[in-house]
């Protein structure tokens, strides 16, 4: 077997980051060698071509389903395969959960070899379609071109798209009419946006000359509320041509709360400005999860999928036990949703974060709800938080909740020191949280429990809880 080859497998196992597993007869090995299959799921039978080969494993992806798998579906969405959105829409979501719960309990087991603990039962999303609260669209001068685009006769500009990322294409954007991932309405403000920059010839920014004017639009649309924000992303202000977009679209799309303009100045292609113009309402919006209601803005980090977030948080306080006597420690807190849902079980919780703007977020939130047993600290969580504990009583339970890189090894060199009874640790990435957790237990904690939550389907992400005891 070599680089190029096509070979005839049959895919037996699931891998995390959904790549099928099939094994090929190796006289060096008696389990024979291992193929990773991109595209492929256990049951298939499939003609792949090699585009990796190492002494131990090789990588192939599909050119031929030559035999499907039981759990095969016909995916809703036209772009799948495409889009780098919904990897997975064309799994059964039955299997779909299954799969993760099984690659949770082969990461925490086999790679980072933890063992002698509870794995409860994956929950899933009650909502499979339409369950994301935000979505980023990207601006181009390159239209991606779909292989039926490529065959046919192309009649719309090849240099103007507003829609979603390839992967591994930095450059180039699958221009999309229909995604079913957050609203039918997120569809319609879409297409108008697209509509009314093309009929005005206006430019799109450029990733190499830096030149041009439209880079994102971002729409943040709450679950429990009727509130909905968009947020145009360009490189500079033209008040003239805001203002024109707002009436017109607000017109289209009365249900639409918020307008604002972030200006990106720098080179970097990200969907945050230098500073933000409100063209239209207040400039944020409102959501809740349970009881308490929080404000957005348009750069506030919020959980992705609102009604499930309400149930991740429900499961870590289950798992935190909490009598109302304990200080709480929130690492990570961003805009303080864990601190002030988990304040009414504590007696104190202390919330810690790096960015400046999610402290000012989450102390507006302590004013909306009215809790007085939150503080916020701005802190460095990528060297040591101990020096802004001083004034502070030590943690009964520290709760956990990085960014998918997981937690500097000298956060988790604090979190050791102040040596709490107990740890509840969310995570977006059980790979480095298991990496982070077996730090923990080689110090002194036991894992007793983890629980998987499928907050986004049809994706590979999944989120775990686990909890550590002293």
Excluded at 402 to 428: A, E, F
Aim: hydrophobic share 35%; proline share 3%.
């Amino acid at each position: 077997m070599k680089k190029g080859d096509l070979v005839e497998l049959r895919v037996e196992k699931y891998a995390f980051e959904g790549k099928g597993i099939a094994t090929v007869n190796n006289q060096d090995s008696a389990d024979g060698f291992v193929v990773f299959v991109k595209g492929a799921y256990p049951g298939d039978v499939v003609s792949a071509k090699i585009v990796k080969k190492k002494k131990s494993y090789a990588e192939a992806v599909v050119e031929e389903i030559l035999s499907s798998s039981y759990y095969r579906v016909q995916p809703r969405c036209i772009f799948f395969g495409t889009c780098g959105g919904c990897r997975q829409q064309d799994l059964i979501y039955k299997q779909q959960i299954n799969y993760k719960q099984q690659q949770v309990e082969e990461i925490f087991l086999h790679t980072a070899n933890l063992s002698g603990f509870e794995t409860e039962e994956i929950l899933p999303s009650s909502k499979t379609f339409f369950y994301r609260n935000k979505m980023e669209f990207s601006f181009s001068d390159k239209r991606w071109l779909t292989k039926d685009g490529l065959n046919k006769e192309i009649k719309e500009r090849k240099d103007f798209a507003l829609g979603l990322h390839v992967p591994k294409v930095y450059d180039k954007i699958l221009d999309i009419n229909e995604c079913f991932l957050q609203s039918e309405l997120s569809n319609g403000i879409i297409n108008f946006t697209r509509q009314f920059f093309k009929e005005r010839k206006i430019s799109i920014y450029s990733t190499k000359t830096h030149t041009g004017y439209l880079r994102n639009l971002v729409i943040r649309q709450a679950q429990n509320t009727d509130d909905l924000l968009v947020n145009l992303v360009t490189s500079e202000q033209n008040e003239s041509l805001m203002k024109e977009f707002t009436a017109n679209i607000i017109n289209q799309f009365p249900q639409i709360t918020s307008l604002v303009n972030n200006i990106n100045e720098k080179k970097a292609s990200v969907a945050v400005g230098d500073y933000e113009i409100v063209y239209y309402g207040s400039g944020f919006i409102y959501d809740k999860i349970g009881e308490y209601k929080f404000r957005i803005s348009a750069n506030s980090f919020f959980q992705t999928n609102t009604l499930q977030a309400e149930n991740l948080y429900r499961i870590a306080l289950e798992f935190a036990k909490l009598n109302g006597d304990e200080v709480v420690y929130d690492l990570y807190s961003g805009a303080g949703t864990i601190a002030i849902y988990f304040s009414e079980y504590a007696k104190e919780v202390y919330g810690f974060e790096s960015v400046e703007s999610s402290i000012f977020d989450a102390k507006e939130n302590l004013e909306i709800n009215n809790v007085k047993n939150v503080k916020f600290v701005q802190a460095d969580l990528y060297k040591s938080f101990l020096p802004v504990v001083l004034e502070i009583p030590k943690p009964d339970i520290i709760i956990l909740d990085p960014p998918r890189s997981g937690m500097h090894k000298n956060t988790v060199t604090d979190v050791l020191k102040l040596s709490p009874q107990k740890i509840v640790y969310v995570s977006c990435n059980p790979a480095t949280q298991a990496r982070d957790l077996k730090l923990m237990v080689d110090e002194g904690y036991k894992l007793i429990k983890i629980r998987p939550v499928d907050m986004f389907p049809h994706t590979y992400h999944i989120e775990n809880i686990g909890l550590l005891i002293r």
